[in-house]
């Protein structure tokens, strides 16, 4: 596709596109169809898939604006493309656009579709409009599947909405439904997102753990061909920390452990050295041994209780397995060092960092990015730490995220570095090409 092409080389957006596209009419026909990016629903559906993929969900509104102007009759298959791409986004108000566009076209959503809402509502933590969404469907006589009440159990776990999850319990128990293990992951999340936490959350959570013991391989909301199709798994259906890394291979994550995966994460929010080392104990028994995404989840909760000798340690416990280590897994001890940005463990983020550079380990722009925005939250210190960042990424050419940028270009002026000093200067330069693209955005001086 054109417009594929051009994103690839230019790094414009589908925006810049539609501003070309008047000139380009009235320049003749030849010209529009040269700059055109696509001319049928088919095509269009294609530029959205691939948009989705790339994760630039921001240009979404943008492509379905550029097809109404070229009068493209839109279908129902490219209205779930772009619903899922705008889940997929947590852009809220965008999914909930195209789902009146599709009514105002003639398509009345389907079951898929109807999950896919909730799911969203779930990534904001808007529990009330996912209950909405749940009545709206038996209005319309739309018969929910086992993946609905999932799907609102778990939107309902995100917000910390405990009584509403045990009300969905209770219903599907007495349909005869058994609990899954993203059943018992959202009861889980139910337990740590409420707010104020109870003083026996993490109590319950190992309980949670021991009960799912008995659920049945045989999953009661085993994923459909829809979602295969548009490649989302039930892990990000159901908005679970496990999502972005269900496609990792390399024993980084353990589909079967979901129930772990969720506990030991809600460990390391909660910063419960002893939950953790308890579940520890119960997969030892168990049988199992700890992923990737587990020890990252250990190294999490001792960093970030305070404890960075022990955390330290589970990283060079797994180094000298002798297992190839993950960039993730770098990332995680590098941004728990950081913690409270104490003496030792900036050192400790720098050196892991110089460490996994040696190795031609190398962080993602996202990655990065995240790493860039905590540490330029340094109020003291050298800043070493959030400029060896920083350069990493421009020696291979990243761009990070605009917030990270912010941060950064903020701290450096905080640490009042002279105006026309090279790194200011190329900062300031990246912040104002980035605030370029977000409308009424201004760099303060």
């Not at 529009?32 to 994760?55: D, F, G, I, K, P």
């Not at 492509?63 to 839109?74: A, E, F, K, S, T």
């Not at 061909?225 to 908005?239: D, I």
Request: a neutral charge.
């Amino acid at each position: 596709m054109r417009l594929l092409q051009s994103i690839h080389r230019h790094h414009k957006s589908v925006g810049g596109a539609l501003g070309r596209r008047f000139f380009a009419t009235s320049a003749g026909a030849e010209e529009y169809a040269r700059r055109n990016y696509a001319n049928n629903a088919s095509e269009y559906n294609t530029v959205v898939t691939s948009l989705t993929s790339q994760r630039r969900f921001f240009l979404l509104r943008d492509v379905y604006d550029d097809m109404m102007l070229d009068g493209v009759q839109p279908t129902r298959d490219l209205f779930h493309s772009l619903i899922v791409g705008t889940m997929k986004g947590s852009r809220l108000q965008d999914t909930f656009f195209f789902r009146d566009q599709m009514k105002a076209n003639g398509f009345l959503p389907d079951v898929a579709v109807y999950n896919y809402l909730i799911s969203v509502c779930g990534k904001c933590k808007n529990s009330d409009q996912a209950i909405r969404i749940f009545e709206e469907m038996k209005k319309y006589e739309v018969k929910p599947n086992g993946q609905t009440y999932v799907c609102l159990l778990n939107a309902c776990a995100a917000a910390g909405q405990l009584d509403p999850v045990y009300a969905i319990v209770r219903d599907m128990t007495a349909a005869g439904a058994g609990l899954d293990k993203f059943c018992y992951a959202g009861l889980i999340a139910a337990h740590t997102n409420k707010i104020p936490r109870a003083d026996d959350t993490a109590t319950k959570i190992i309980e949670l753990v021991e009960q799912s013991k008995g659920w049945s391989s045989v999953e009661t909301s085993g994923n459909n061909a829809e979602n295969e199709m548009m490649g989302v798994s039930k892990e990000e259906l159901y908005n679970l920390p496990t999502a972005e890394y269900v496609h990792r291979r390399g024993g980084f994550l353990n589909r079967l452990l979901t129930v772990y995966h969720v506990a030991f994460h809600a460990c390391a929010e909660l910063k419960d050295v002893q939950a953790m080392e308890t579940l520890l104990e119960m997969l030892k028994k168990d049988g199992k041994s700890p992923d990737v995404y587990i020890v990252m989840q250990n190294i999490r909760c001792y960093l970030h209780s305070g404890d960075i000798g022990n955390g330290h340690k589970v990283f060079e416990d797994y180094i000298c397995s002798e297992k190839f280590p993950p960039a993730e897994l770098y990332a995680t001890l590098v941004e728990g060092a950081m913690f409270g940005y104490s003496p030792k463990g900036m050192q400790l983020a720098q050196d892991t960092l110089v460490n996994m550079n040696s190795r031609n380990i190398f962080l993602s722009p996202r990655m990065g990015s995240d790493l860039l925005l905590v540490a330029a939250g340094e109020k003291s210190g050298g800043y070493t730490t959030a400029n060896y960042i920083w350069d990493l990424m421009q020696a291979r050419k990243i761009t990070p995220s605009l917030p990270a940028v912010e941060a950064y270009y903020n701290g450096l002026k905080d640490r009042e570095v002279p105006a026309d000093d090279p790194r200011l200067v190329v900062v300031a330069r990246a912040y104002d090409n980035l605030l370029r693209g977000r409308p009424g955005a201004v760099r303060q001086q």
